[in-house]
Protein backbone atom coordinates (compact mmCIF):
# COMPACT_ATOMS: atom_id res chain seq x y z
CA UNK A 1 0.00 0.00 0.00
CA UNK A 2 1.32 3.59 -1.16
CA UNK A 3 2.60 5.64 1.95
CA UNK A 4 1.09 8.91 1.57
CA UNK A 5 2.72 10.65 4.28
CA UNK A 6 5.94 9.85 2.67
CA UNK A 7 4.90 11.56 -0.38
CA UNK A 8 3.85 14.40 1.43
CA UNK A 9 7.05 14.94 3.18
CA UNK A 10 9.11 14.15 0.59
CA UNK A 11 11.98 16.83 -0.04
CA UNK A 12 12.14 16.14 -3.99
CA UNK A 13 11.41 13.23 -6.08
CA UNK A 14 13.61 11.30 -7.74
CA UNK A 15 13.35 7.52 -10.49
CA UNK A 16 15.19 4.78 -9.35
CA UNK A 17 16.46 2.59 -13.17
CA UNK A 18 17.91 -0.49 -11.56
CA UNK A 19 17.75 -2.36 -7.95
CA UNK A 20 20.42 -4.73 -8.37
CA UNK A 21 23.27 -4.68 -5.68
CA UNK A 22 24.23 -1.04 -6.34
CA UNK A 23 20.87 0.53 -7.04
CA UNK A 24 18.90 -0.90 -4.35
CA UNK A 25 21.19 0.16 -1.61
CA UNK A 26 21.45 3.57 -3.39
CA UNK A 27 17.86 3.88 -3.09
CA UNK A 28 17.77 2.96 0.30
CA UNK A 29 19.74 6.05 1.17
CA UNK A 30 17.61 8.19 -0.76
CA UNK A 31 14.83 7.14 0.89
CA UNK A 32 16.94 7.51 4.14
CA UNK A 33 17.35 11.33 3.12
CA UNK A 34 13.60 12.00 2.91
CA UNK A 35 13.53 12.07 -1.17
CA UNK A 36 10.30 10.64 -3.00
CA UNK A 37 11.75 7.38 -4.95
CA UNK A 38 9.98 5.59 -7.47
CA UNK A 39 11.90 2.74 -8.02
CA UNK A 40 11.86 -0.26 -11.08
CA UNK A 41 13.94 -3.13 -12.14
CA UNK A 42 12.71 -5.98 -14.32
CA UNK A 43 13.15 -7.91 -11.70
CA UNK A 44 9.73 -8.03 -10.23
CA UNK A 45 10.23 -9.56 -6.78
CA UNK A 46 12.84 -6.76 -6.14
CA UNK A 47 10.81 -3.92 -7.24
CA UNK A 48 8.05 -5.08 -5.34
CA UNK A 49 10.01 -5.33 -2.11
CA UNK A 50 11.82 -1.57 -2.72
CA UNK A 51 8.41 0.12 -3.65
CA UNK A 52 6.77 -1.56 -0.03
CA UNK A 53 9.73 0.01 1.75
CA UNK A 54 9.43 3.03 -0.44
CA UNK A 55 5.77 3.60 -0.49
CA UNK A 56 5.15 4.05 -3.43
CA UNK A 57 3.59 1.81 -6.75
CA UNK A 58 3.05 4.29 -9.36
CA UNK A 59 3.32 3.63 -13.23
CA UNK A 60 6.62 4.84 -14.94
CA UNK A 61 4.57 7.66 -16.94
CA UNK A 62 2.66 8.82 -13.99
CA UNK A 63 6.49 8.85 -11.67
CA UNK A 64 8.26 10.54 -14.76
CA UNK A 65 5.96 13.02 -14.89
CA UNK A 66 6.62 14.24 -11.61
CA UNK A 67 10.15 13.03 -10.88
CA UNK A 68 13.01 16.37 -10.53
CA UNK A 69 14.83 13.73 -12.14
CA UNK A 70 15.88 10.22 -13.18
CA UNK A 71 19.28 8.00 -11.77
CA UNK A 72 20.09 5.37 -14.22
CA UNK A 73 21.88 2.40 -12.39
CA UNK A 74 22.32 -0.03 -15.00
CA UNK A 75 24.96 -2.24 -16.74
CA UNK A 76 25.93 -0.39 -20.19
CA UNK A 77 25.51 2.34 -22.95
CA UNK A 78 22.65 0.12 -24.88
CA UNK A 79 20.75 -0.46 -21.07
CA UNK A 80 21.20 3.53 -20.70
CA UNK A 81 19.94 4.19 -24.36
CA UNK A 82 17.16 1.92 -23.82
CA UNK A 83 16.00 3.62 -20.67
CA UNK A 84 16.29 6.82 -22.47
CA UNK A 85 15.19 6.16 -25.77
CA UNK A 86 13.45 3.46 -26.19
CA UNK A 87 9.54 2.32 -26.29
CA UNK A 88 9.12 3.72 -22.94
CA UNK A 89 12.05 6.17 -22.91
CA UNK A 90 11.96 8.53 -20.11
CA UNK A 91 13.01 11.05 -22.75
CA UNK A 92 9.69 11.37 -24.04
CA UNK A 93 8.10 11.59 -20.50
CA UNK A 94 10.54 13.39 -18.36
CA UNK A 95 9.15 17.34 -18.07
CA UNK A 96 11.77 20.07 -19.40
CA UNK A 97 14.39 20.84 -16.45
CA UNK A 98 14.31 17.45 -15.01
CA UNK A 99 18.01 15.79 -14.79
CA UNK A 100 19.13 12.16 -16.00
CA UNK A 101 21.88 11.23 -13.26
CA UNK A 102 23.99 8.40 -15.48
CA UNK A 103 25.58 6.11 -13.02
CA UNK A 104 26.86 3.37 -15.45
CA UNK A 105 30.31 2.78 -16.94
CA UNK A 106 30.03 3.86 -20.50
CA UNK A 107 32.33 5.03 -23.18
CA UNK A 108 32.89 9.03 -22.46
CA UNK A 109 31.49 9.56 -26.15
CA UNK A 110 28.65 7.94 -25.30
CA UNK A 111 27.76 10.05 -22.35
CA UNK A 112 28.43 13.37 -24.49
CA UNK A 113 25.86 12.07 -26.85
CA UNK A 114 23.39 11.16 -24.49
CA UNK A 115 23.64 15.00 -22.88
CA UNK A 116 23.23 16.56 -26.61
CA UNK A 117 20.32 14.43 -27.42
CA UNK A 118 18.32 15.25 -23.99
CA UNK A 119 19.38 19.06 -24.36
CA UNK A 120 17.13 19.13 -27.52
CA UNK A 121 14.09 18.17 -25.27
CA UNK A 122 15.14 20.35 -22.55
CA UNK A 123 16.27 17.30 -20.06
CA UNK A 124 19.40 17.93 -18.33
CA UNK A 125 22.48 14.81 -17.92
CA UNK A 126 24.55 14.29 -15.46
CA UNK A 127 27.87 12.09 -16.63
CA UNK A 128 28.24 10.59 -13.09
CA UNK A 129 29.73 7.16 -12.86
CA UNK A 130 29.60 5.81 -9.23
CA UNK A 131 32.56 3.65 -7.47
CA UNK A 132 32.50 2.19 -3.78
CA UNK A 133 30.67 -1.34 -3.92
CA UNK A 134 27.06 -2.37 -2.55
CA UNK A 135 27.82 -1.81 1.05
CA UNK A 136 29.11 1.67 0.73
CA UNK A 137 26.16 2.22 -1.56
CA UNK A 138 23.66 1.25 1.03
CA UNK A 139 25.55 3.57 3.79
CA UNK A 140 25.02 6.51 1.26
CA UNK A 141 28.84 6.92 1.11
CA UNK A 142 29.94 6.40 -2.76
CA UNK A 143 32.22 8.22 -4.64
CA UNK A 144 30.34 9.67 -7.58
CA UNK A 145 32.98 11.09 -10.40
CA UNK A 146 30.63 13.98 -12.27
CA UNK A 147 30.66 16.20 -15.41
CA UNK A 148 27.89 18.53 -16.30
CA UNK A 149 26.47 21.63 -16.38
CA UNK A 150 26.21 23.79 -13.34
CA UNK A 151 22.21 23.49 -13.76
CA UNK A 152 22.65 19.65 -13.92
CA UNK A 153 24.11 19.38 -10.68
CA UNK A 154 22.18 21.87 -9.14
CA UNK A 155 19.19 19.72 -9.94
CA UNK A 156 20.79 16.53 -8.77
CA UNK A 157 22.28 18.20 -5.31
CA UNK A 158 19.79 16.38 -3.45
CA UNK A 159 20.44 12.72 -4.96
CA UNK A 160 24.10 13.58 -4.65
CA UNK A 161 24.40 14.64 -1.13
CA UNK A 162 22.09 11.43 -0.19
CA UNK A 163 23.86 8.88 -2.31
CA UNK A 164 27.27 9.73 -2.11
CA UNK A 165 30.24 10.69 0.34
CA UNK A 166 32.37 12.72 -2.50
CA UNK A 167 31.07 13.99 -5.56
CA UNK A 168 34.47 15.29 -7.64
CA UNK A 169 33.00 17.84 -10.41
CA UNK A 170 34.93 17.29 -12.95
CA UNK A 171 33.91 19.64 -15.78
CA UNK A 172 30.76 21.56 -17.10
CA UNK A 173 30.03 19.27 -19.55
CA UNK A 174 29.86 15.29 -20.21
CA UNK A 175 32.63 13.37 -20.56
CA UNK A 176 35.32 13.79 -18.30
CA UNK A 177 33.33 11.44 -15.33
CA UNK A 178 33.03 9.15 -17.70
CA UNK A 179 36.76 9.22 -18.53
CA UNK A 180 38.19 9.32 -15.03
CA UNK A 181 35.61 6.29 -14.24
CA UNK A 182 37.53 4.51 -16.74
CA UNK A 183 41.10 5.79 -15.31
CA UNK A 184 39.38 3.83 -12.06
CA UNK A 185 37.97 0.86 -13.60
CA UNK A 186 41.61 0.32 -15.08
CA UNK A 187 43.31 -0.07 -11.99
CA UNK A 188 40.50 -2.03 -10.55
CA UNK A 189 40.49 -4.55 -13.18
CA UNK A 190 44.20 -5.00 -12.55
CA UNK A 191 44.36 -4.89 -8.93
CA UNK A 192 41.68 -7.99 -9.07
CA UNK A 193 43.48 -9.68 -11.47
CA UNK A 194 46.65 -9.47 -9.24
CA UNK A 195 45.05 -10.24 -6.41
CA UNK A 196 43.52 -13.29 -7.81
CA UNK A 197 47.15 -14.13 -8.93
CA UNK A 198 48.74 -12.92 -5.85
CA UNK A 199 46.84 -15.61 -3.69
CA UNK A 200 47.22 -18.57 -6.44
CA UNK A 201 50.85 -17.88 -6.41
CA UNK A 202 50.93 -18.21 -2.88
CA UNK A 203 48.87 -21.43 -2.31
CA UNK A 204 50.63 -22.87 -4.58
CA UNK A 205 54.25 -22.02 -2.75
CA UNK A 206 52.28 -23.99 0.44
CA UNK A 207 50.75 -20.57 1.96
CA UNK A 208 46.93 -20.79 3.47
CA UNK A 209 44.97 -18.68 2.19
CA UNK A 210 43.89 -16.92 5.71
CA UNK A 211 47.62 -16.39 6.01
CA UNK A 212 47.91 -14.42 3.27
CA UNK A 213 45.05 -12.27 3.88
CA UNK A 214 46.55 -11.78 7.16
CA UNK A 215 49.85 -10.32 6.44
CA UNK A 216 49.46 -8.54 3.10
CA UNK A 217 46.92 -5.80 3.77
CA UNK A 218 49.82 -4.74 6.58
CA UNK A 219 52.48 -5.09 3.58
CA UNK A 220 53.19 -2.22 1.28
CA UNK A 221 51.97 -4.65 -1.87
CA UNK A 222 48.46 -4.43 -0.71
CA UNK A 223 45.79 -2.26 -2.40
CA UNK A 224 41.96 -1.68 -1.66
CA UNK A 225 41.12 -4.84 -3.75
CA UNK A 226 42.98 -6.80 -2.60
CA UNK A 227 41.57 -5.91 1.01
CA UNK A 228 37.99 -6.53 -0.50
CA UNK A 229 38.19 -9.77 -2.77
CA UNK A 230 40.62 -11.40 -0.27
CA UNK A 231 37.98 -12.45 2.05
CA UNK A 232 35.53 -14.04 -0.71
CA UNK A 233 38.60 -15.82 -1.45
CA UNK A 234 39.25 -16.87 1.95
CA UNK A 235 35.03 -17.74 2.05
CA UNK A 236 34.94 -19.53 -1.31
CA UNK A 237 32.71 -17.07 -2.26
CA UNK A 238 32.23 -16.54 -5.94
CA UNK A 239 28.68 -15.22 -5.97
CA UNK A 240 28.31 -11.94 -8.23
CA UNK A 241 29.14 -9.24 -5.57
CA UNK A 242 30.59 -7.85 -8.94
CA UNK A 243 30.82 -9.81 -11.84
CA UNK A 244 33.39 -10.93 -14.58
CA UNK A 245 31.54 -9.98 -17.24
CA UNK A 246 31.60 -6.29 -15.82
CA UNK A 247 35.41 -6.25 -16.39
CA UNK A 248 35.12 -7.56 -20.06
CA UNK A 249 32.62 -4.84 -20.55
CA UNK A 250 34.76 -2.03 -18.57
CA UNK A 251 38.52 -3.11 -19.79
CA UNK A 252 36.80 -3.22 -23.28
CA UNK A 253 35.87 0.37 -23.22
CA UNK A 254 39.61 1.28 -21.58
CA UNK A 255 41.15 -0.98 -24.12
CA UNK A 256 39.30 0.75 -26.90
CA UNK A 257 39.53 4.39 -26.07
CA UNK A 258 43.21 4.12 -25.61
CA UNK A 259 43.95 1.99 -29.42
CA UNK A 260 41.31 5.62 -30.51
CA UNK A 261 44.48 7.43 -28.58
CA UNK A 262 46.90 5.39 -30.32
CA UNK A 263 48.21 4.37 -26.93
CA UNK A 264 48.91 0.59 -26.13
CA UNK A 265 48.13 -0.63 -22.95
CA UNK A 266 50.00 -4.33 -22.05
CA UNK A 267 48.85 -4.52 -18.98
CA UNK A 268 45.31 -3.62 -19.20
CA UNK A 269 45.02 -5.58 -21.80
CA UNK A 270 46.71 -8.71 -19.79
CA UNK A 271 43.47 -8.32 -17.59
CA UNK A 272 41.36 -8.25 -20.09
CA UNK A 273 42.10 -11.35 -21.39
CA UNK A 274 41.95 -13.42 -18.35
CA UNK A 275 38.57 -11.67 -17.50
CA UNK A 276 37.63 -13.11 -21.17
CA UNK A 277 39.01 -16.63 -20.86
CA UNK A 278 36.86 -16.79 -17.15
CA UNK A 279 34.08 -15.61 -19.15
CA UNK A 280 34.55 -18.46 -21.88
CA UNK A 281 34.70 -21.03 -19.38
CA UNK A 282 31.44 -20.27 -18.33
CA UNK A 283 32.27 -17.92 -15.04
CA UNK A 284 31.09 -14.58 -16.65
CA UNK A 285 28.04 -14.31 -13.91
CA UNK A 286 29.99 -15.05 -10.88
CA UNK A 287 31.85 -12.69 -8.70
CA UNK A 288 35.28 -11.14 -10.47
CA UNK A 289 37.53 -13.02 -8.10
CA UNK A 290 36.42 -16.40 -9.65
CA UNK A 291 39.45 -15.53 -11.56
CA UNK A 292 41.06 -18.06 -8.70
CA UNK A 293 39.25 -20.79 -10.84
CA UNK A 294 41.54 -20.40 -14.03
CA UNK A 295 44.90 -20.93 -12.04
CA UNK A 296 43.46 -23.70 -10.01
CA UNK A 297 42.37 -25.56 -13.25
CA UNK A 298 45.69 -25.08 -14.92
CA UNK A 299 48.20 -25.56 -11.46
CA UNK A 300 45.91 -28.10 -9.50
CA UNK A 301 46.00 -26.05 -6.84
CA UNK A 302 43.20 -26.56 -3.94
CA UNK A 303 41.25 -23.33 -3.44
CA UNK A 304 39.85 -22.84 0.09
CA UNK A 305 36.06 -24.98 0.69
CA UNK A 306 32.92 -22.54 0.66
CA UNK A 307 32.50 -21.05 4.14
CA UNK A 308 29.44 -18.75 4.16
CA UNK A 309 25.66 -19.23 3.84
CA UNK A 310 23.23 -18.67 1.56
CA UNK A 311 21.14 -16.05 1.49
Not at 117 to 132: F, H, M, T, V
Not at 227 to 249: C, L, M, Q, W
Request: net charge negative; proline share 4%; hydrophobic share 45%.
Amino acid sequence: MMNTAMQDNAVGNFLLIGLGAMGYGMGSSLLRAGLGVDGFDLNGDTQARFRAEAGRDRPLAVAAGEADGAILVVVNAAQTREALFGANGLAAMLKPGAVVISCATIDPQQAIAFEQELAEKGILYLDAPISGGSARAAQGKLSVMASGSAEAFEKAQPALDAMAETVFRLGDRAGPGSAMKSVNQLLAGIHIAAAAEAFSFGIAQGLDADQIMQVIPACAGSSWMFENRGPYITDGDYRPHSAIDIFVKDLGIVTDAASGAKLDLPVSQAALERYRAASAEGMGREGDIALMKLYAAQSGIDLPPKRYEDK
